[in-house]
Every structure is written in structure tokens, then in C-alpha cells.
T-cell receptor, first 114, second 115 residues
């Protein structure tokens, strides 16, 4: 079952604008990750934020984590057409320890218009 | 960084045939690999956990006799879709866990189309 829900499901913006995607999850976690997936391709790991971190930056990416609200956001600043992709949050599987699989959110499809 | 490969990247087969997909960790040993399935415009769903030297564990609703998993070595896991049907058409992605760095790395995926 899906642990995370993301919104919006789809987002269309112009180049240069910022894009914000949100993810909510249900169980306690020790970290949350964001991945990018170009259409029909594999996953690219973007960033990992730990439960004791509130914000993390990587280039044009900014991730926040609010464990009290069980939510995270991914902000892409100064977007480019090449940022067009689907973005997924992922959390460690809640089904017992030692499994270490990931449970993915429903994803946000970002379209950046040139 | 660590690399995980999948082969083939794309396969088209007739209904009723079996298809084998390989997942390899190229520069690290992986005692655990995971198989995910992604239908069009949907998220990745965990199908099963592949454990080197022991039986795979399957998620609820995934038929173990239909999706055979073999993890015969520390660098290779295979997923065989037996008697494939059009509804099995999907994007299959594996990941391998590098225990040395406690990270999970994803393969590029295999697009399966069953006619």
C-alpha cells in the first residue's frame, strides 16, 4: 500500500518559476528521500533528509521535513525545461524492521514550459 | 557511485510465454535486492524482497508462483514472469542495497510488453 501521498498530482509551470511539491506519510520515519524519474526511465536519487533535520539544500533543490505533520516538501527554484519529470518521495517501508524497502508516494508530474 | 544494471531494458513477448529479467549490482555486494513494479502514470509498488541464499518474500497480492525470484549470488537477482499476460505489462525496477554504505541503488528498469 502507498505510504505517501503527494500533491499536486500534476504541475505545469514556466521556465524560471519555482515548483513546490508536497508529500505526506503515515508512520514514523527516520528519513525521507526524494527521487526524480524521467518518462519511462529509472529513478534518480535527489536528496535524503533525516528525521532530525528540518531543511536541506542541494543546488536548486530545497527539501523540508515536518515530522509533527508527517509531511515533506520539495522546492525546485528557477526551474528549467530539463526539470520536466515525475518526482516521488520515498520512506522506509513501515512493515517491520530489517526489510529496508522503500515505500513511494504517488508522485507529482512536473512539466516546465520553455 | 554504485551502479545497478538491469537486462533487458525492454522486452516484448507473446501471451503465455515466460520472461526473465536480471538485476545486477556491478561494484558492490547486495544480500538484499528489491523488485518494484510501476504501471503507467503510477508510482512504484514493492513486489518482493529478494534475499541471497534464501527464499524471496512477497508483498500481499503478488503471486510467488507467477513471479519467480532467484538470488543465487551476491550480485545477481532474477525475476521471471511466468505465463505472462497483457495485464503483466509494466515497468519493472529493481534496487540493490549496499550494506557497506547503507544505501539503496536503483536499476534503470525493464519495460515489459505482453501482446
Amino acid at each position: 500500500s502507498q505510504q505517501g501521498e503527494e500533491d499536486p498530482q500534476a504541475l505545469s509551470i514556466q521556465e524560471g518559476e519555482n515548483a513546490t511539491m508536497n508529500c505526506s506519510y503515515k508512520t514514523s520515519i527516520n528519513n525521507l528521500q526524494w527521487y526524480r524519474q524521467n518518462s519511462g526511465r529509472g529513478l534518480v536519487h535527489l536528496i535524503l533528509i533525516r528525521s532530525n533535520e528540518r531543511e536541506k539544500h542541494s543546488g536548486r533543490l530545497r527539501v523540508t521535513l515536518d515530522t509533527s505533520k508527517k509531511s515533506s516538501s520539495l522546492l525546485i527554484t528557477a526551474s528549467r525545461a530539463a526539470d520536466t519529470a515525475s518526482y516521488f518521495c520515498a520512506t522506509p517501508s513501515p512493515r517491520g524492521t530489517g526489510r529496508r524497502a522503500l515505500t513511494f508516494g504517488s508522485g507529482t508530474r512536473l512539466q516546465v514550459q520553455p | 557511485g554504485a551502479v545497478v544494471s538491469q537486462h533487458p531494458s525492454r522486452v516484448i513477448c507473446k501471451s503465455g510465454t515466460s520472461v526473465k529479467i536480471e538485476c545486477r549490482s556491478l561494484d558492490f555486494q547486495a544480500t538484499t535486492m528489491f523488485w518494484y513494479r510501476q504501471f503507467p502514470k503510477q508510482s512504484l509498488m514493492l513486489m518482493a524482497t529478494s534475499n541471497e541464499g534464501s527464499k524471496a518474500t512477497y508483498e500481499q497480492g503478488v503471486e510467488k508462483d507467477k513471479f519467480l525470484i532467484n538470488h543465487a549470488s551476491l550480485t545477481l537477482s532474477t525475476l521471471t514472469v511466468t505465463s505472462a499476460h497483457p495485464e503483466d505489462s509494466s515497468f519493472y525496477i529493481c534496487s540493490a542495497r549496499d550494506v557497506g554504505v547503507n544505501e539503496q541503488f536503483f536499476g534503470p528498469g525493464t519495460r515489459l510488453t505482453v501482446l
